[in-house]
């Protein structure tokens, strides 16, 4: 295809006035933002831009998806088309999980899983191996099928689940080429009923961690580090047989209340409790579409360690509980199952996700990180690519066994760098000379 300019027709490339992630606490330092409306756009923006990035919903919250020429694919038509024989749904790169589940609601489908909020782009929750719960449910990006995207040539590579490098493609870290289109696999739609349950000691959740993390399809502990467990959020699929609406888990009690992640917390922007049924879409995630999701003046931090150590690294993180409290909104504990995608934290094993939402306070957070990283050291923890954290490429290499074909990927898909930024050059690839 012809790499000659003519972008302005293409797109509206805006000046931005400095663009922000969805939290506020990071900058974007490009001064271009393009609104591309057709896959020729996207093609052409990519193939003359010597650096460049897609945006998705923007909330990560770091730099990943920093670059010194943004695109968004949100001004793409969403073109949702459900495969009724082979169950899958196929859409553009800008649509979020909260468009999707109302074009699959309307058709009777349904996705396996949503992590805590449908607010986000799929192709970004993707990239970033973002994930819900549950200890046979695998991350998010295990349910793509397929993927479309537009390199650095300005080319377009598709693959499918099963073909060469496609566990390679997936979680791409925005690295490998704009993502343009996406099939994910559905099933018929199901209905959910979610129960809260308060005060968990850490001692019953640690003698009885495998039977609390399976009372349900999707199971949350909640804490903000005190002498108990603050809630345990368990989500069950609504099946044909008789349901025993248990009062109690493990001398926990039953919430009488809905309740807000963050104890204390009005429950407005809370998907429903109190063992109600609604549907998938309405309870898989936390929080409800149409409100502000989580506490909104935060920052994330996310780390990944196998399953079978999970107990021993949660103990070990309590050991620091007094430095971790003063700075902490509240901390979340999820079970996700292992996957084969290369740049996945699931890759090879089950994993326990230790999660921080932090209060606003950068330079304290990155304090204590360093200690958590430190304390969780002998765990091998895979950081969240999409939150905050501090482990360079050197540390992180040892912990990705397939790294060495993920940089080859990059190297071979686009081969003259437009999509490498700050952030992979720290944490994922070694710097170009
Ligand atoms: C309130 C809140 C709650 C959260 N809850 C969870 C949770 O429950 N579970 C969890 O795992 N994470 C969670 N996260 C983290 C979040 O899911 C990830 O940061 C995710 O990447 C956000 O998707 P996004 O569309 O905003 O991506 P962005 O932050 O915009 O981008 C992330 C990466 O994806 C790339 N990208 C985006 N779109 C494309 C595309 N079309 N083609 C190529 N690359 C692309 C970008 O270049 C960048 O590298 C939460 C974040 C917030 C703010």
């Known amino acids: 295809m012809s790499h000659q300019a003519s972008t302005t027709e293409a797109a509206v490339a805006q000046r931005a006035t400095r ?34 990035r897609v945006l998705g919903s923007r909330h990560s919250f770091n730099g990943i ?12 038509a969403p073109d949702v088309s459900i495969d009724h024989d082979a169950n899958t749904v196929s859409f553009a790169g800008g649509l979020k999980y909260g468009q999707l589940a109302e074009a699959l609601n309307a058709e009777g489908f349904a996705l396996s899983n949503l992590a805590s909020l449908p607010h986000i782009s799929v192709a970004g929750a993707v990239a970033t191996a973002t994930h819900g719960s549950g200890d046979a449910n695998g991350n998010l990006a295990t349910a793509v099928a397929g993927l479309e995207l537009v390199t650095s040539s300005g080319d377009i590579v598709t693959a499918r689940r099963g073909e060469p490098d496609f566990d390679g493609l997936v979680v791409g870290l925005g690295a490998l080429g704009a993502v343009t289109r996406i099939t994910l696999d559905v099933e018929p739609a199901y209905q959910v009923r979610q129960r809260v349950f308060e005060g968990l000691t850490w001692e019953a959740l640690f003698e009885h961690f495998d039977a609390i993390t399976s009372s349900g399809y999707s199971v949350s502990v909640f804490t903000r580090s005190g002498e108990t467990t603050d809630q345990v959020w368990v989500k069950s699929r609504v099946t044909g047989a008789p349901e025993e609406l248990r009062t109690d888990l493990f001398g926990a009690r039953a919430a009488t209340a809905e309740q807000h992640p963050i104890l204390g917390m009005d429950p407005v922007n809370s998907t429903a409790q109190l063992g109600a049924p609604g549907r998938w879409s309405d309870r898989l995630a936390h929080f409800r579409m149409g409100f502000a999701p989580s506490a909104g003046d935060e920052i994330q931090s996310e780390y990944f360690v196998p399953r079978r150590r999970a107990i021993a690294a949660i103990e070990a993180l309590r050991s620091l509980a007094d430095a971790i409290r003063p700075i902490l909104q509240v901390c979340e504990i999820r079970t ?55 482990a360079d490429a050197t540390a992180l290499a040892r912990l990705y066994e397939r790294l060495p074909d993920f940089a080859r990927l990059v190297e071979r898909l686009d081969p003259r760098g437009a999509f490498r930024n700050e952030w992979l050059e720290s944490h994922i690839l070694i710097r170009r000379r």
């Open 336 to 390: 996700i199952a292992a996957d084969k995608l290369w740049m996945s934290p699931q890759y090879g094993q089950d994993t326990v996700g230790i999660h921080f939402t932090w209060k606003r306070d950068e330079d304290g957070v990155k304090r204590v990180l360093a200690d958590v990283e430190a304390v969780l050291a002998p765990f091998a923890p895979r950081p969240h690519w999409g939150k905050l954290f501090l």
């Open 19 to 52: 663009e922000h992630n969805w939290a506020g606490n990071y900058t974007y330092r490009a001064d271009r933002l393009h609104r591309p409306t057709t896959l020729e756009q996207v093609r052409e923006l990519v193939a003359n831009a010597p650096r460049i």
């Open 65 to 76: 998806g920093d670059s010194s020429e943004l695109l968004t694919l949100d001004g793409l």
